[in-house]
C-alpha cells in the first residue's frame, strides 16, 4: 500500500500541509524518536506512522550503518598499511 491511498491523506486538499500540522516527530535527549498522528481512522494513523518511521530507519540509522562500516573498513587498511611500515 502507498500511504497517498490512505482515505485520511486523499481527502485531504493539501496532504503534505495535512501531515505537515498533524504529524508530531521527537527524540528529547534520547536516541529514540517518538511518531505521533491525531487522526479519526486508527488504520490509516498506525499506516502513516509506520511509514514515517520506516522512512527514518532507511534514511537516518542504515546511513549511520554504512558510514560506520565505510570508516571501520578504512581504519583496517589503515592499519595493515602502518604493520606493513612497522616490518
Not at 482515505?7 to 505521533?36: C, F, H, M, W
Request: aromatic share 6%; net charge negative; no cysteine.
Amino acid at each position: 500500500y502507498r500511504i497517498a491511498d490512505l482515505p485520511t491523506l486523499r481527502e485531504q486538499k493539501d496532504p503534505i500541509k495535512y501531515l505537515d500540522e498533524r504529524l508530531a516527530v521527537s527524540n528529547g535527549d534520547t536516541e529514540v524518536i517518538r511518531v505521533s498522528l491525531d487522526g479519526d481512522r486508527p488504520d490509516d494513523v498506525r499506516k502513516i506512522v509506520d511509514a514515517v518511521k520506516d522512512a527514518y530507519y532507511r534514511e537516518v540509522v542504515e546511513r549511520e550503518v554504512r558510514e560506520k562500516r565505510e570508516f571501520r573498513v578504512k581504519v583496517e587498511k589503515a592499519q595493515t598499511a602502518l604493520a606493513e611500515l612497522l616490518k
